[in-house]
């Protein structure tokens, strides 16, 4: 099973759009592929793709301390033993708190216990193209990195099941937690970038964190005819740090009309993106 | 007032809305709490004049102190302490720093270090912004701390803008809380719609009153305008598609830079903000 993750530093450089014309593509290609959104900020490729939903399954994130007040005898023991700030007048504030379990380490009295807590649901889904794995988080809940491991679990039991299947995985914007549970033991990242300072800056640290985790990387530019030495630079760094470029993508509005539809933007028709993008995808196909 | 511009899809305007604000109505405070990717320095041209390390206290085996604390490393959640054999191993990118191994273990052999995990900048930008900047170390995890520290260097004294990490989680959260009023810059497309649902949800939960902006607007999708009419959320503001504009931007140009017409217009928006507080 060979597993590949789009990434972006940056978001909105056209992560998701990409990904449905790859999962398009691979089921054309013969093998439908198995598509995990780890994006679970903004789960966005299930618009793309579209299906029902077969199964769902709530995820326990970090456990929550719940205090039952009548056994706490000091008081401020239990709310200074806190380093978040989370209990106050022996409340515990749901989104402050980890789940470290700390206030019930110094309670003398066993006044504390630890709750699971829902932090989300994950969602198994059947699409015209194959399997799609995602998730909504509960709003300000952290535990993104438990969500991510455990969505990339269910879509690699659904692979090894499906032999030949490639493992499709739409990453999530930044370089913190959860694009870090997104990209490990990948076989290949795939960075979509755009021409654009704040880009390139976004880009530099995604690319100083693949490689801290030495992986094998392809690059791919959109809107690569926005701004031509805003363009350079990004190919320059390219060059200068033997990445190779998958391919660029120019301006187009197809990204947007296939999101208003719901499609990979490959079905909408347009000929020459449709060549670009096959090109990019035959590119990553073979570097894999 | 502090005022917060959030926006659940990533690439969606967030920080050109927040620095364009920020310009047409200066001298503000600007906090960049998106510190992941920070990029609010290309529009605001910060000279930096103090960078401040943000760290965390992680432990530190201290073998010639004692012998190897197992419960210690049995009570640590996030995997971050292991005792193996004679010695403790730390793995501080996985450490929450809560403490509780420290509590565990006999006096002395751990010792609390400080481990950075990313850094706060300070300085004054264009048209006399106070500018704070949080920047998260690569590899690191802790997004969360590093915009508490961007949060506790502002003054309260003075009229803020926030421009917030993309999404609707927890360093979401942090970013917004305590905030007078939030922006959610969103596009017409069922992806913006189906992101502002999200950042909505966490609106109600912190109690901050909230508009919306629609970037990227003219093109023919009103599924925005419908939500937030049944939802009550008023739209205060549209940013008519123009690739130039989408150039512009790139190369760290605002609004009010791009066109100088949005000065007033933004200074009415922060107006018609005011009264919805």
Redesign the interface.
Known sequence: MKQLVII??????GK?SLAACFTALEKENGTAPVVVDCD?????LH?LLGGETVATASFSG?ELAVIDRGRVADREKCETSC??GAISGLEVDP?LC?????CG??CGEGAVRMEKREAGTIYDRNTPYGKLFHAE?E???????GLITALRTRGEEEALRRPGSLLLIDG??????Q??ASLTGCDLALVVT??????F??FE?IY??LR?FGMKTRIVIN?SD??RS?LRETERYCFSHDLEIAGRIP?N?IF?QA??A?RPAVELGDEKLNSLIRGIYQNVRSAL | MILAVAGGKGGIGKTLVATSLTLANSPLQFLDCDVEEPNGHFFLRPRIRKTEAVSIPVPRFRKWKGEVCPAAADFCRYGALAAVGEDMLVFPELCVACGGCFLLCPAGTLEPVDYQVGVVKKAVARSGIEYIGGELKVGSQRTTEVIRAVKDSLDPGRETVIDCPPGSGRPVLEAIRGSDFCLLVTEPTPFGLHDLRGNKKLLDILRVPGGVVINRSGTGYDGIQRWCREENLPVLAEIPFDRKLAAAAARGRTLTDYNPDWVPRLRELRETIKTKL
């Open positions: 972006s530093g940056k978001g909105g450089t998701t679970v900020d903004a789960a966005n618009l970090p380093r978040f989104f980890v789940g470290c379990g700390v380490l110094v988080l709003p300000g809940r952290p535990g993104f990195g999530s914007p930044g370089i913190g937690c694009v870090i755009e021409p654009g300072k704040g880009a800056h976004d640290r100083q964190l801290f809107r926005l701004d805003l301006f509005d947007r999101a208003v719901g």
